[in-house]
């Protein structure tokens, strides 16, 4: 397929690689040169627009930071679904309110081009290994379409419901992350603070009750886990910034259904004085910093 894919950060450049990979003919874009010509190294043709990169394409492929990003890239009379051939597949990964991923469903569906909301979890370990879980949103012949190619990035594709419904799916899991990052920190700086080796610490409630993803995969203790973040000074990855706007939409959405999420309101406070530090361009498992003696 000729796939058109916009967005080669962390997580959209190891996405386009993997699609290329499996026999696919992407054209590639970001508007960060730095990014285009770190994926062009590895091998992804970089187109040098958007408009560009979807010459030709049957389906496009979105990886952006936020909502304001999204709509830029598709709406208005020079977003890209104005140009794009009717029945082209139109996939937004990235992970938005899910009143914007509604608005861009609605243009396309009006020009006639299948499209769906299909953020993703996994961190940019899955993105590389192919293994993201995608929660999608948006109509049963889309996602026909689309799982041929969500199945060459990821292992796990859920069906969450119509147009938004995967950008519901996805705040509520991010939530419950941010809040598990934040537990998982301060329990690991208790011990630590309390003369515990954190590598045991975090294998003996790894295997018991307090098991979660993020002593799985992600500790945030440096020295404890070669693969995580934490142990590259906490470059790359998901960024504090990119949890914070989870958070805050998932306060938004709260706020609108009136549903009472107490713990995520106090991990979007934490994150943000983690981030006002200057911190926010650092993975989000650095919030451990506010929390222990250094
Ligand atoms: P990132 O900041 O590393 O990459 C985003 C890229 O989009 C940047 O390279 C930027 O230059 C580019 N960009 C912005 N606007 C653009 C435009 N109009 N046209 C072309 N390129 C544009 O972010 P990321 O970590 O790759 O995350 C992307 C999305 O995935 C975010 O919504 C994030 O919340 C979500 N997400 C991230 C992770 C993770 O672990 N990093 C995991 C799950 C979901």
Redesign the pocket.
């Known amino acids: 397929m000729n796939i058109a894919f916009?967005?080669?950060?962390?997580?959209?450049g190891p996405m386009a690689l993997n699609l290329q990979k499996a026999g696919h003919k992407v054209q590639a874009?970001?508007?960060?040169q730095a990014?285009c010509a770190k994926w062009a190294e590895q091998g992804l043709a970089i187109a040098a627009s958007?408009a560009d990169a979807v010459l030709g394409a049957e389906a496009v492929i979105s990886?952006?930071?936020?909502s304001q990003?999204v709509e830029?890239?598709y709406l208005g009379d020079t977003g890209l679904l104005a140009q794009l051939a009717s029945g082209t597949l139109v996939i937004d990964?990235?992970?938005?309110a899910a009143a914007s991923a509604q608005k861009v469903a609605r243009a396309a569906t009006a020009r006639g081009l299948p499209c769906l909301d299909a953020?993703?979890?996994?961190?940019?370990g899955g993105?590389i290994a192919g293994t993201l879980t995608f929660m999608v949103g948006g109509e049963d012949a889309a996602l026909a379409l689309a799982r041929p190619l969500l199945e060459k990035m990821g292992a796990n594709i859920f069906h969450a419901g119509a147009a938004g419904a995967g950008q519901t799916a996805k705040i509520c899991n991010n939530m419950l992350l941010g809040i598990l990052m934040i537990g998982t920190s301060e329990a690991l700086a208790l011990g630590v603070a309390n003369g515990l080796d954190p590598k045991v610490l975090s294998e003996i409630m790894r295997r018991s009750s307090g098991g979660n993803w993020a002593l799985e995969k992600y500790n945030p203790m440096p020295g404890v886990m070669d693969t995580a973040p934490a142990a590259k000074g906490y470059a790359g990855?998901?960024?504090t910034d990119?949890m914070l706007?989870?958070l805050g939409l998932a306060q938004e959405n709260a706020a609108a259904v009136k549903a009472s999420t107490p713990l995520g309101g106090l991990a979007r406070s934490l994150y943000a004085a983690h981030s006002l530090g200057g911190q926010g361009a650092l993975d989000f498992s650095s919030v451990i910093q506010i929390l222990q003696k250094r």
């Open positions: 916009i967005g080669l950060g962390n997580m959209g874009f970001d508007l960060s990014a958007a990886m952006l930071p936020a990003h830029s890239l990964c990235s992970t938005i953020p993703v979890s996994g961190g940019t993105a990855g998901f960024g990119l706007k989870d």
